[in-house]
């Protein structure tokens, strides 16, 4: 069967949610703080998953924080799929949490061809991650 039992709780504005899920699995530890500028990162997703069908990792480096949303910048590329993927970092030795992938950075040419910057993503921080999760459910 699928694994998603129900929807918990969502944060349609950072496009993240808590799922109810029916499987065993690891967890993974939430960052005390943002990345620093340069701090290398690992982005994890399922992109193109209609034709690739695996789990992909790609590696970055933290560039900042989006003055626009406050997000996490980073050279890892992303592309569609891996929105909702995790992106990691190494502290003091342990893989943790430090944002969510939100969307891939986008561009236009004088108003006109959108277009994706797929080495560029953009992720909701752990600041957020930590205060969504310490608010209470949705009411339904």
Not at 50 to 69: A, F, Q
Not at 98 to 116: D, N
Request: glycine share 10%; net charge negative.
């Amino acid at each position: 069967g699928k694994p998603i039992v129900k929807v918990l709780k969502i944060d349609e504005e950072n496009d993240i949610a808590i799922l109810e899920v029916d499987i065993n699995g690891p967890f993974i530890t939430l960052s005390e703080s943002k990345p620093v500028d340069d701090t290398k990162v690992v982005l994890v997703g399922y992109p193109a998953n209609n034709y690739i069908g695996n789990i992909i990792l790609t590696e970055g480096r933290v560039m900042g924080l989006s003055p626009k949303n406050n997000r996490i910048v980073a050279t890892t590329p992303a592309a569609p799929g891996n929105s909702g993927g995790g992106l990691f970092t190494i502290v003091n030795g342990e893989w943790v949490l430090v944002g969510i992938l939100a969307e891939v950075a986008g561009t236009t040419i004088e108003g006109m061809f959108p277009a994706m910057v797929y080495h560029l993503s953009l992720s909701v921080d752990i600041d957020t991650i930590k205060k969504f999760l310490s608010v209470p459910s949705n009411p339904k």
